[in-house]
């Protein structure tokens, strides 16, 4: 397994002068991502404007590829209508195979607000997480929602979209879902953007920077090109997707980017830019329960087969009138770290696909 010292290479001055330093000294401005790596920016990176919408509808009645979309959903009310409208709108049509996406489907994974409801208005089919594989009881998280939804649908490429999404686009499905049209060899495509936070037009994804980015370059250098590793909106085809475990909590993106590396290898993947993510943003006590996650997820998988304690997350809050600690009062929370078998194994899938 490479280390972080393996993503970065000693380059020269000039003709015959080599810099000889370590790499661990060298000025973070002379390290360059390994070539492989490099190669793989450069022919498995798109922006979404390279195909547009004419030809993918072409290529995608050449190969008779069937394409769901997914929102995990849990109180979403303000924003999952209209991802769902936008959707119904520019990429279905009434007339079978003449629209992008063939299935719109809301995974509700218990909302108490009116998600449901507002999904349903827009034209998405709801589906409750409860009513899916009612025998095994339901897990809290995304990653749960996520490999449910793998039983409540039929495409052969499936596309995940976050349903908190703001100002959405057409693109983050269209942009995803287009490689996987054109081109057979490719597996899973991630979407690629900006996200800002505040008046810092790059100040999202703080968990990526602190955690997921640090984790990839130093265990999984190959996949030190995805710019947004641990983003919610990527497409896959399901024979990948029914092979790969599923993490039932934030670990999931984490999770089956690394698995797919292994199973199909890095060739298979790709990234497309889609323009701006705009979403609701965590707080910081939030953040750290899932970076938590994040980073247990890559421990199982470089500890397979090794004893892992099932780990809890303290955090601190202000307690008010010197009650607590010095005036803090310490809260923990279990850290998921269940995974779901790979859905080919549950026999109610293998019946529904041999139906």
Known sequence: MRTSSALFKTVTDGPGRRDSRPNREMDHRECRVLEEVER???HRSWSCAERPLAGLLSAKRATGTRVSVVLPALNEERT????VSVIQRELMSPVPSMGLVDEL?????GSTDRTAEAAAEAGAEVVRRDDVLPRLPALPGKGEVLWRSLLVTSGDVVCFVDADLKDFSADFVSGIVGPLLTDPQLQLVKAMYDRPLGDDPAGGGRVTELVARPLLNLHWPQ???FVQPLGGEYAARRTLLEELPFPVGYGVELGLL???LHTAGLDALAQVDVGVRRHRHQDGQALGRMAAEIHHTAQLRLARGSHLVSPTLTQ??????GAGFAGFTPRSHTVDTVERPPMREIPEYAARRAA
């Open 40 to 42: 793989w920016l450069g």
């Open 80 to 83: 999952v209508g209209g991802i």
């Open 105 to 109: 489907v809301v995974l509700d994974s």
């Open 223 to 225: 996949l030190a090109g």
């Open 258 to 260: 690394i698995d797919a």
């Open 316 to 321: 601190f809050e202000r307690a008010g009138d």
